[in-house]
């Protein structure tokens, strides 16, 4: 497929030509790197290239899609790479190049520049990645429906605390899972074990003041049960021991886990160590 590139300047009209030069499946790749910053092969792999008959066809596929893309200046890839036993592209890190952040920037929004980040924040954005994906896997075999994903600053939510001052509640992500019984609502926390149990009970104590102003009630009928998903059991342990101690603080509405124990939370949010929340879920 030939695409015409437009220059760093071009104007409106050659990004709309591009635009329809694009497949679908271009597009959504595209997108989904603007909405994430980053993500290596494996996580595109997982999302765009599941149909192939194993994980070394699906990667290669992949490639020879991010090599065009990347040809065209619509991608570009980082220096670094991630660990692990993949080798070349398939360890590689993706994110847009400025045409490609161009196409799919909202009109009248500033320039987003994904290249430059420090191994702590790309370390975490993949990590948030990481939990998109696992949605889409479990998606993928009937465990719900993803309604809806949001990522920062997409979810976060500016209010007023009850002593009026401002605040601004900053989720990871935000999502909306459907089943033939319940619709789940959830705000998920991605943990990487480098903050300490105090500053991530400042995390839990915005999400308390937020949910007094009834604000995700009143737009949704429901308010969020937030999974904190952490690196370890130990730290597991510590943080729900925090919670249930904080005065501040609810537990139920609360639920810690590691992510390998992800699909079995969403699975069944009851069958967790606090009790469940009645607001979390609306049949």
């Not at 979810?155 to 990871?172: E, M, N, Q, V, Y």
Request: charged fraction near 25%.
């Amino acid at each position: 497929m030939t695409m015409r590139l437009p220059r760093t300047g071009a104007g409106p009209s050659k990004l709309i030509l591009l635009r329809t030069e694009l497949s679908s499946r271009d597009d959504d790749i595209v997108r989904f790197l603007s909405q994430h910053r980053y993500a290596t092969t494996t996580q595109l792999r997982d999302v765009f290239f599941a149909g192939h008959a194993t994980d070394t066809a699906g990667t290669r596929a992949c490639i020879r899609v991010l090599h065009r893309l990347l040809h065209h200046r619509l991608v570009a890839r980082l220096e670094r790479r991630v660990g692990g036993t993949a080798r070349g592209s398939a360890a590689s890190i993706w994110y847009l190049d400025a045409p490609g952040e161009r196409l799919t920037r909202p009109e009248g929004a500033r320039r987003r520049r994904f290249a430059a980040a420090s191994t702590p924040f790309l370390t975490h954005t993949l990590g948030v990645t990481d939990v998109h994906v696992a949605l889409v896997n479990l998606a993928r075999i009937g465990a719900f429906t993803i309604e809806r994903v949001t990522l920062e600053p997409d979810s976060w939510r500016p209010f007023l605390t009850a002593a009026g001052t401002a605040a601004i509640l900053k989720p990871d992500l935000t999502v909306h899972l459907a089943t033939a019984d319940f619709d789940d609502h959830w705000c998920i926390e991605v943990d990487l074990g480098t903050e300490s149990i105090p500053v991530l009970l400042t995390k839990c104590a915005a999400y308390a003041a937020y949910r007094a102003t009834g604000r995700a009630q009143a737009e949704h009928g429901v308010f969020p049960r937030v999974l904190w998903l952490v690196p370890t059991r130990a730290r597991v342990a510590r943080l729900q021991a925090a919670i249930h101690v904080d005065p501040r603080l609810d537990d139920r509405l609360f639920i810690c886990t590691t992510p390998d124990h992800l699909a079995a939370v969403l699975d069944n949010p009851e069958n967790t160590p606090t009790s469940p929340h009645p607001e979390m879920r609306t049949p």
